[in-house]
């Protein structure tokens, strides 16, 4: 699987937009993008996931650049709640040579939501 | 619908003891996965259920650890004997499918092991 690369940290007032950036240069063409995020001691929640087209639901927004080197997470009305550690995690398709079922995880962007 | 639930949520033992954890997936959900972090490192995939049998097994560090999904629905992970470097959060996630197309893992909790 294609290795990311996102910030350490970044900070975001409340009520605005959140916007993390992730680099996975490396892609290949059937490689899947998604995002998970882990709030203090809980277990990590999946949020959104996409191939190359832009996709969003009730959480959030996935926006991925045409040469799909890189993607950014949007969350448009963060919260504090929303203050985790936010994982991009880049997975290949087992039907076509790619790794099992297993996520691999990162050191992530440690997301803060300011009041 | 009642989410994937593991226990104990914590648990303290002597170093050469044995422990089991225990994971209940969400009602039909085939597969079935371990993950842990231990302090200051990233969360590590162990193993991979598909109902009983094991698909994946290639993150089990060592033979100290013995994971088991009989009748393909709660799972148990087998710390025996602990070592201290066992100590971190050990996950259970289950997911429905198991393509990248759909492939949405949800967390338990986690049980915090610490290892004296």
């Known amino acids: 699987d294609a290795k990311t690369t996102q910030p350490t940290s970044m900070d975001c007032a409340e009520g605005r937009a959140a916007n993390l950036p992730c680099n996975h240069s490396t892609i290949s063409g059937n490689e899947y993008v998604y995002w998970y995020r882990q709030i203090h001691s809980q277990g990590p929640q999946y949020i959104i996931h996409g191939l190359k087209n832009n996709e969003t639901n009730e959480m959030a927004s996935l926006i991925i650049t045409e040469d799909r080197k890189s993607s950014t997470l949007i969350l448009p009305h963060a919260t504090l709640r929303d203050t985790a550690v936010y994982y991009c995690i880049v997975r290949s398709d087992p039907n076509y040579g790619g790794s099992q079922g297993n996520l691999i995880f990162g050191k992530g962007t440690k997301l803060s939501v300011k009041p | 619908e009642a989410g994937v639930t593991q226990f104990p949520s914590h648990s303290v033992i002597e170093k050469g003891q044995t422990v089991t954890l225990r994971c209940d997936p969400i009602?039909?959900?085939?597969?079935l996965y371990w993950y842990r972090r231990v302090m200051g490192k990233e969360i590590k995939f162990l193993l991979h259920f598909v109902k009983e049998s094991k698909q994946d097994e290639s993150g089990m560090p060592n033979n100290r650890f013995l994971a088991e999904r009989t009748g393909g629905t709660y799972s148990t992970l087998k710390v025996q004997p602990a070592e201290l470097e066992d100590s971190g959060v050990y996950f259970c996630?289950?997911?429905?499918?198991?393509?990248?197309?759909?492939?949405?893992?949800?967390f338990g909790p986690g049980t915090r092991l610490t290892v004296l």
């Open positions: 009602s039909g959900h085939d597969n």
């Open positions: 996630a289950s997911s429905q499918f198991w393509s990248p197309l759909r492939n949405e893992q949800f």
